[in-house]
Structure formats: C-alpha cells, structure tokens
C-alpha cells in the first residue's frame, strides 16, 4: 500500500482539528465534525495529436460542520492555521444560530462507533502525479496516431483526467481518518466523414480507480481496441438505420452502467425518494411505502451497493461523517429492499445506521448523501455474452454509452449508445445506426430474462455525477454483466430528432 503524500501529512492536521473542534465544544454544539482535503486534478486533451489543453489545479481547505439546537451549521475556509480553524468552526456555530429561526426539522444523527485513528489508501501501482506530463502527452500523441495513421480516421480526440484526493476528517466522538485516493480516465474519441455525413466512436475503456497503470499496464488492451477502431467506424458510417419497433436486445457492460445508474443508483437514494433532493434532477418513483412490496425487476436482478468495491470511483475507507463504509442489498431478485443512506437520513427514517454514502466533493461543499458504487450482480457460472445473443431470433446487441435522457421521477427514459449490431439467428449480422431503446424503470428492468456470468462483468462508471444546489459533482463506478431484454422498444434517434 502506498503512503499518504507527505505534502498532506506534512500540514498541521491534528492541530486544526483541534483548535476547531475545542471551539465548536465550546459553543455548544453537539454535534462537530471537521475535515481538511487536498484535491490534485490534471486535465489533458489532444486534438489529432496535437496538445490543445494542459490544465493542473490544486484545491485544499478546511470546513467544520455543526449540530446545535438540532440544526445544521457549516463553514470552509483556506486559512490553514489553528486560530483560522478556531473562526470557521465559531462561524458554522454563527450559522446553525442563524438558521434555528426558520429549521422545522430538528437534525439528528444516526449512531456509529468511534473507530479511533485509521488509515486508508485506494488500490493502485503508480501515481499519475509521478509521472511526467510530457511522458503523459507522447503516450496520448501516440494513440492518436493509431487511429489518425488510417485512412477511414479524419480526426482522433484523446482525453486524460487524473484526480489525486486526500482527506483528514475528525470529529467530536474520536473518529480520526487520514485517506488517500487516486482515480483517472483517458478516453479516444474518433471521427470519419463521409458523403452522408459523419460518425464517431469513441473507446470503451472506463473511468477506474486506478494509477499510470492503467494506461501502460495490462489491465486494458489499448492498442488491441484502437486497431478495431478505424474498421467498426467506418461500418457504422456505412450502416442503415434501424427500423423501429420491438426487439429483443442483449445490452454489453459499457452501455448498461450508464442505464443502472439513472434508473437504479439515482432512483435509490432515500434523501431523492423522501424529497430532499427535488430541485437538482427531481425525486424518485421509488418512494418508501414501496420497499420490500415493489418488484424493481425480474428475478435475474440483483443490485448491491458497495463502497469498498475494489477499484471503484465511489469507493473509500471512511465516508464523510466517519462512517465505515460497507456492502449493501438494494435489490434481490427483483424486489426492492434497501436504499443509499447517510447520518442525517438513517435517523429520520428509522435505520440502525448509516451506510457510508456521504460525500463533499471539496473542503468547501457541505457533505450530501451520494451514490455508493451500485452493480448488477453477475449469475455464477452464467452464459457469455455470446451465448446470450445465440438465444436471440431478432434483436440488437448494443455497446458504449452516449447520449440518454431520463425524467424527474426516474422512471421514463431514452438511451442510445457506440455502436450496434443486428442479431439475426443468433448471429451478429453487421451494424445499424440510430438506435435509441426506450422503456419505463420498471418495465425494462423486468424484462430482463438473464445475465451473463463473471467473465462478462465489467466495472464501468463516470467522474461527474452531479447533485445538489449548490451543485457538486462526484466519482462513482456501477459494475454489470451482460444482460438479455426481451421486447425492449427500439426508436430510431434520427428521426425522434426530426431529422
């Protein structure tokens, strides 16, 4: 495991921590929790090889949270000293006065033990910020040319987005946490034009919490897929457009992630279902009299949450109340029965305790309840993508996320994706374009007739998951299989366009 970066440990942690929360105490609070983050960031992007954008940020503050008279209270600053830490903790104090006036709801937290001074680092090999931005450039410059050198490629777009996270938090019952973790994506993206007009597509290699490796190592065949590129392009330029109607579709990981987290990760977080979380992106379907009677889907889906997922987005030692983080039901065979909870919302609602999903994606957001990595389970010693398709007469395999659209109940939605083949016969039978598969939550996830077995699982996932006014972005991963949906409504997004 790696060390925390000494640049982090080398700031007075303790000493802040302290000054802060002695005051929070001594203004009577009853509730204080402190935290300190460093927040690395490096952006890269090429167009056709060439550098366009270097951008590098460094973030780092603090921020007390407060309960007294059972409102909230929440302040941040940059001010790194222990007197600075002393002010934001009496100005988050200022704040829950304040706010008492008009708070109609008294803020209380569900228990968790006092786990004492821990340590947690993310799984990775190398950390990107070791590793020269010209070594990262040439490396991208490089891929680019893989695609650029092929005549079918008019233009190669590459992305490389790198975060490094460090966070100190303590709070008033003794939970001292120090962690660390490291994420990144890189993605290529090219286009070809033709006398119909054009096409993109882009690599399917996920958003991963992982370090340099995973753009040198083997855990993603790079040049394997970029030499695939050039050839699936231009069949998708030259492919007829889908004929509407119903089809029955097998639906591969790195599309199907994007729809698990809409329609499941988002619909399951208890503070969107009971109406905190209305003005960013709506509530939820999935309301609480529907827990343990509603079947979510067919009783080939099962859905956990698990923020201790290896290599997730989502995934960290400690979430941002000092909650240890877990693995959790939320749905089995088919039957909802469990949702994404923090401090504040397991109390209201009765929990014994919360399971780890809060979250502030910097030093001077006040922490929301956010999404825990939430996968489909695969079926041990399941079928094969392959053999899923073998089951299918007529319908249409579809691959990589792109566009989608879902309303404010997370309940009807649209989503499209790379690329897509017919099956016919159990066969693949050359690509179509503009399919778009349009379905209501419940509806589409009860028809799914199977999942595929491990082989086929996949963890995909994206950085900028957004909530909350003001709004905050976060990192999360969903991991799935390979599923089969009979009867599934195929549109042709062309022509929904009006085009």
Known sequence: MHDIDPAFTALPLRALADAALSRARELGAEHADFRL???????????DAALETALDADDVGLSVRVVKNGTWGFAAGIDLTPDGAARVAAQAVEVAAVAAAVNREPIELAPEPMH???????????????VPTAEKVALLAERSRLLLDDDRVDHADATLLQVK??????????????????????????VAIGENGFETMRTLAPPVGRGWEWLTGSHWDWEGELARVPELLAEKLAAPSVEPGSYDVVIDPSN???????????????DRALGYEAAYAGTSFATPDKLGTLQYGSKAMNVIGDRTAEHGLATIGFDDEGVQTQAFEIISAGMFTGYQLDRRIARLT?????????FADSASSMPLQRMANVSLQPLPGGPSTD?????????????????????????????????FYRIENGRLAGQLRDVAYQATTTDFWNSMEAVGGPQTYVLGGAFNCGKGQPGQVAPVSHGCPSALFRGVNILNALKEAGQ
């Open 37 to 47: 983050e460093r927040i690395r960031s490096q952006t890269l992007r090429l167009h």
């Open 116 to 130: 004492g001074e821990r340590v947690w680092v993310s799984e990775y090999e190398v950390d990107p910020f070791t």
């Open 165 to 190: 996270e460090n966070k100190f938090f303590a709070d008033l019952a003794g939970t001292v946490t120090t962690q660390q973790r490291v994420r990144l994506h890189s993605v290529l993206n090219s």
């Open 256 to 270: 199907l992630w994007l729809t698990i987290h809409e329609s499941i990760g988002h619909a399951t977080e208890l």
């Open 350 to 358: 009765g929990a014994d305790r919360s399971n780890g999903c809060a």
């Open 387 to 419: 053999e899923l398709i073998s089951g299918v007469d007529r319908g249409i395999y579809i691959v990589g996320d792109k566009s989608w659209s879902i309303d404010m109940q997370r309940y009807n939605f649209q989503f499209t994706g790379q690329r």
